[in-house]
């Protein structure tokens, strides 16, 4: 049996020395999650190389409000070392679950990936036990998925195009899927079916979101290698308008957008950056590239549905900051994970804020907290 196609292992609390802090000398690619009950979870992937076989994701929790994260309260790992689990996302879904979804794949880029789902039913327990994890999908889903006002839940994968600057290893047969694709689930989360897809120019590895437009419509944004790009459905997710770029700006990076409960549109992305990418130099790169212009990580907010965002709040403005997730809490506060320098300093940080705090442009509520480190890999020496 091919053995990308096979589960991977969920260590609970585990003790071996190749999943702790100190042996670990990678990581980035965080994603976040709050529970009704103020659990902070924060996830990411790790391992001794940077994105090669052997990757692992490491699942961090809180419990005092963000304070201190106690790390590898469960770690995924996949039993064939050339296989490397990457790119993972935390959910909690409309029955209040927590979903732990990654992707697996031979190598860096094996033409077919998969996106992996476990399900911890109660994420406010002592001991958390998780579900056997299962494939619902081709290709990849690093940010999270939406529950339409249909109660659909859409869920944005991806299969990298021969076009991003990765050639994919192995051929399966899959290129009618390498485009921003959504899948849907009309049953709760069961079953999943591939219902379209969007074809946006340049796109860099899609790293896709969808939002539901107030008129109905579902707004779909791509990471591109000119800023971001855009397609919209009317119907529903079935078919997508030519792809586009958009009015909003970006330095080929994963962003974060989503709605809030007051209506307006959350965006946290990179504003007022320094310095952009030369396309020839990233073509002339390896798989693991270096990027310019990740700086000045911003949450942003919209009044008019995503036209014009005249709030900003800066949250870092570092270089080498990137890969934002976010969630809105019940306490009423916004929490945003990401990561800086994954080679060197590997560090997974948290922000916490409000809407208020956006536009006013300045961090003024309580509890308001600007890069606090979640986690830090300190094993040495350095990876290239």
């Known amino acids: ?30 994603s976040i999650e709050v529970t009704e009950k103020g659990r902070i979870f924060i996830n990411f992937y790790s391992g001794q190389g940077a994105e090669v076989g ?33 790119d993972p996302n935390l959910w909690i879904d409309p029955f209040k679950r927590l979903w732990m979804t990654w992707t697996q794949a031979r190598g860096f880029n094996d033409g077919r990936m998969g996106v992996w789902v476990s399900i911890c039913e109660d994420p406010d327990a002592e001991t958390l036990s998780w579900t056997p994890p299962r494939r619902i999908a081709n290709g990849i889903m690093m940010n999270k998925p939406i ?35 959504v899948y849907v689930s009309t049953d ?64 080929c990076s994963r962003f974060h957008i989503r709605r809030l409960k007051s209506g307006r549109l959350l965006m946290i992305n990179h504003y007022n950056f320094n310095e952009r990418i030369d396309l020839e130099d990233i073509f002339n ?33 570092r270089n080498e900051v990137s890969y934002p997730d976010a969630v809105e809490a019940a306490d009423g506060y916004i929490y945003v994970t990401y990561d800086w320098e994954r080679v060197t300093q590997r560090e997974i940080l948290m922000a916490r804020f409000t809407e208020e705090d956006i536009i006013k442009g300045e961090c003024s509520s309580p509890n308001a907290v600007l890069k606090k480190v979640v986690n830090k890999a300190t094993g040495q020496p350095d990876v290239e």
């Open 285 to 317: 790169q390896g798989d693991v590239k270096k990027w310019k212009g990740r700086s000045h990580l911003t949450a942003l907010l919209s009044e008019d549905d995503g036209k014009t965002w005249p709030y900003t709040l800066l949250l870092d403005e």
């Open 188 to 251: 709760n989360g069961k079953t999943f079916q591939l219902r379209g897809h969007a074809d946006v120019p340049n796109r860099s590895f899609d790293e896709h979101m969808i939002v539901e437009k107030q008129d109905g419509a579902l707004w779909m944004l791509v990471r591109t290698f000119d800023g971001v790009g855009e397609s919209i459905s009317e119907n529903g997710g079935y078919t997508w308008s030519p792809g586009r770029k958009s009015h909003i700006d970006g330095p």
């Open 1 to 30: 049996m091919d053995s990308a196609l096979r589960p991977a292992h969920i260590f609970v609390e585990p003790s071996e020395q190749r999943f702790r802090d100190d042996y670990r000398r990678w990581q980035g690619i965080p």
């Open 54 to 86: 052997g990757n692992i994701m490491v699942l961090c929790v809180s419990d005092d409000h963000g304070q201190t994260f106690r790390s590898g309260v469960a770690v995924v790992e996949h039993p064939d070392p050339e296989c490397r689990i990457y």
């Open 147 to 181: 529950v339409t006002s249909k109660q659909e839940w859409l869920f944005p994968c991806a299969i990298w195009c021969n076009t991003c600057g990765s050639t994919p290893s192995e051929d399966h047969g899959l290129q009618h899927e390498q485009f921003s694709n």
